[in-house]
């Protein structure tokens, strides 16, 4: 018998010999009346109704036993005995005390009503019965919560202290101390790469000149496995088929401050493909799945490509409704010469098909913005490529924080799949009252009310009003992406606009308008759509006595009220992979604007951004914008109508809306033809790699706009270069740019320093 064992038999004993000793004290008896002593708090019909005995039965020491375990139970008492007295069962208690208030002290790291929740869920809260195990458990928590945020000097001390009615305080004093940091990593075995090299792929780090937002100098468990396997992956993905870490050692200094981690590795030799050659009940033209496979014979052995070429072909298989095909690599290696051959079994399974969709956790949503999403088909064979797809849909509607996808088997049904979809509601209303800054805008308030998802239909409606000192907008927007069943979406916009461009670059003069207009979608693909839209303005035009002579000579011809119409009409191509942190795929668009009434134009426009990935956290980034705009029936464009380039969002380098053909004062004027592009390579923030919120980019922009008639050349385009920041920070979006051009020519205005930050706070 284990020592545990024998322990848990001696404790059990001594019980059952205390419960014993408390009832043999009296012999079977008919019980008369039953009095309970030491109550202070607990009424005594709650003792009563855990006796197992009844005025006139019989009390025997089976009954008392029972009682006594009862009692014992209910965790109300630290003592109970069972006393008779002339035929009367007296029922003796001592209570456990009550816990009057729980406290902290020194809490600096956790907010005290945070610390008396969790104090709570354990047990430990005003009212319940104290119970010094618990009060154990708890203290341990605490240690092991601030354990957890790299407070390894913390120290927890509990008092207790009685008061009156049998109920105690308990005071929790903690001293933090200090967080330890990570002082140094070493990689101990690596000859084929440098240390450096190797440690740059860690998450954790000694502390650095971002760690402090990071949190990547504080140890943690996780971050360290995850780092691990990093590494693996890197040296299996470079050929190292054998290499293993062979050890990790984690030591803490005795002053609990520095922490030093160690990781032994063995990097093994390096080998090449010989070959691979696919294998087992294929079902599928054995050409078409040669091409899905990766790793090709002659090249270095690579983990990566190999994992994808066996995805490639389950996926291939899934696609045809094999929802449980297997594709296993059985390696054959000489070690002689450093190659490895790979044999592909495939095993298809059962071709299955969807006899349920299921989804769950749309407390908010109604079942049916999910499911018209979806491009599986219930009762149809199943396919890998649409769940995927319909996943991906579910997630683009921006109502969920996420959405997984299991596949279950149905009992007693070999061929047939239930498909679970799980989504997690995320807020989707916002009441937001900010302020943001920019280098165009200067000092920006604004306030909005927005529902992206109203009473859980998927409907958009936002109101909203902001004031700067070019801008000042009120608007209402409305938006249902379903208008019918086959996705054709349609909304509508009522706004009133004043801008002053009294402070730009270009030639004052102020607009007031007020408009509105509906907007209409019709999905081609997954990927294509037609957008077609209807507006109305009424504009009034302001002009000032520095104002350029083409400004006024506008409003002396045309006056300074004007009403129109404009017909827009788009193809928009979308393959992004993601709409927030963008790596591949592009978005290309072409449009067409045609205006009649006061004022008569029509626009052209053009716009792509190509997204490719470089490595895991390198990007490339190339964008292009055209635009065309010409007068109609013998009217020019209307100068507030023209294109601006440079800015923020244009060229970056030269002042927002100032390159372009100016007047004698240096004022820009626009012009109708515009050319703006420019390549980016993003990269995460050296020290913060895993934020995928932070990034740098290393730009070149280049652009310029031309008047009517003007020739279109490219040599008068103007070029910068420089180095950007994009941070999605807590209080709002952050973009800052320092740009230096690189073709200035005079009357060029130059602004290299460039930022727009947040509204929200």
Wanted: proline share 4%; aromatic share 10%.
């Amino acid at each position: 018998m284990t020592r545990a064992r024998i322990f848990a038999a001696l404790a059990l004993g001594l019980l059952c010999g205390a419960w014993s000793a408390a009832a043999l004290a009296f012999k079977p008896f008919t019980v008369k009346d039953i009095r309970v002593e030491g109550l202070q708090r607990i009424e005594a019909g709650t003792v009563f109704s855990y006796l197992p005995v009844k005025v006139g039965e019989t009390m025997t020491e089976d009954k008392a036993q029972q009682a006594l375990r009862a009692l014992y139970a209910t965790g109300f008492f630290k003592d109970v005995r069972l006393d008779e007295q002339n035929d009367v069962l007296v029922v003796i208690v001592e209570e456990r005390p009550a816990i009057a208030e729980v406290d902290f002290s020194g809490n600096k790291e956790f907010d005290t009503k945070a610390l008396t929740r969790v104090m709570s869920e354990i047990g430990l809260a005003p009212g319940r019965i104290f119970d010094s195990s618990v009060l154990s458990s708890a203290e341990q928590e605490l240690k092991r919560q601030y354990l957890a945020r790299g407070y390894y000097a913390a120290q927890v001390q509990t008092t207790v202290t009685p008061l009156e009615r049998n109920r105690v305080a308990i005071n929790f004093s903690i001293t933090e101390g200090q967080i330890a940091k990570i002082h140094t990593i070493n990689i101990v075995g690596a000859h084929s790469f440098s240390e450096k090299r190797l440690l740059d792929l860690f998450t954790l780090r000694p502390p650095g000149w971002l760690t402090w937002y990071t949190k990547d100098d504080q140890y943690s468990k996780q971050k360290l496995a995850g780092d691990l396997e990093t590494l693996r992956s890197f040296y299996q993905n470079r050929g190292y088929l054998d290499f293993r870490i062979e050890s990790t050692q984690v030591s803490i200094t005795p002053d609990k401050r520095d922490i030093y981690i160690t990781v032994n590795i063995t990097e093994g030799d390096k080998y090449t493909v010989s070959g691979v050659k696919l294998a087992g009940k294929m079902l599928l033209p054995e050409k078409e799945l040669e091409q899905l496979i990766k790793l090709k014979p002659g090249e270095v052995f690579s983990r990566e490509k190999l994992t994808e070429s066996t995805k490639a072909i389950t996926d291939r298989l899934g696609n045809e409704g094999y929802a449980f095909a297997n594709a296993n690599a059985i390696p054959d290696i000489d070690k002689e010469k450093h190659t490895v051959a790979f044999t592909i079994m495939i095993d298809p399974g059962r071709r299955v098909y969807v006899r349920r969709i299921n989804i769950s956790g749309n407390t908010k949503t109604r079942d049916e913005v999910v499911r018209r999403e979806m491009r599986q088909l219930e009762g149809a064979y199943y396919d890998a490529a649409k769940i995927q797809l319909s996943r991906k849909r579910i997630d683009r509607t921006g109502y969920f924080k996420g959405v997984t996808v299991d596949t279950v088997p149905v009992p007693g049904s070999p061929d047939q799949v239930d498909v679970d979809f799980h989504v997690e509601e995320k807020p989707t209303g916002a009441l937001l009252l900010g302020a943001g800054f920019s280098t165009v805008d200067k000092l920006i308030i604004q306030t909005s009310i927005t529902q992206s998802n109203v009473f859980g239909s998927g409907k958009y409606l936002s109101a909203q009003v902001s004031s700067g000192s070019v801008n000042r907008t009120y608007s209402l927007s409305y938006l249902n992406p379903y208008y019918t069943v086959d996705g054709v979406s349609q909304g509508f916009d009522l706004y009133s606009r004043k801008v002053d461009a009294s402070t730009l670059a270009v030639g004052a003069y102020t607009t007031d308008t007020l408009g509105g207009g509906i907007k209409f979608g019709y999905p081609l693909s997954e990927q294509d759509s037609l957008l077609f839209g209807l507006n109305a303005e009424n504009v009034k035009l302001g002009t000032f006595s520095n104002s350029p002579p083409p400004y006024v000579d506008f409003v002396n011809q045309f006056g300074d009220r004007y009403s129109y119409g404009a017909a827009t009409a788009g193809w928009t191509r979308d393959t992004r992979d993601s709409v927030i942190v963008t790596t591949k795929g592009a978005r290309t668009s072409v449009g067409v604007e045609v205006a009649g009434g006061n004022l008569d134009y029509y626009k052209l426009s053009f716009g792509t951004r190509w997204f490719r990935p470089l490595t895991p956290t390198y990007t490339f980034d190339a964008h292009l914008s055209l635009g065309f705009a010409h007068g109609l029936s013998g009217k020019p464009v209307p100068f507030f109508k023209n294109y601006y380039a440079g800015g923020p969002d244009s060229v970056r380098g030269y002042r927002a809306y100032s390159l372009g053909p100016q007047d004698s004062l240096g004022d820009a004027l626009g012009g109708t033809r515009q050319i703006v592009g420019g390549v980016d390579l993003l990269f995460p923030v050296p020290g913060a790699s895993k934020d995928r919120t932070l990034r740098l980019s290393a730009f070149i922009d280049g652009g310029q706009v031309f008047a009517q008639g003007e020739k279109v050349s490219l040599s008068d385009l103007r070029y910068s270069a420089g180095i950007g920041l994009f941070w999605s920070s807590p209080f709002g979006p952050l973009q800052l740019s320092i740009a230096q051009p690189l073709n200035k020519k005079p009357g060029d205005q130059v602004q290299r320093l460039q930022f727009t930050f947040g509204y929200g706070f």
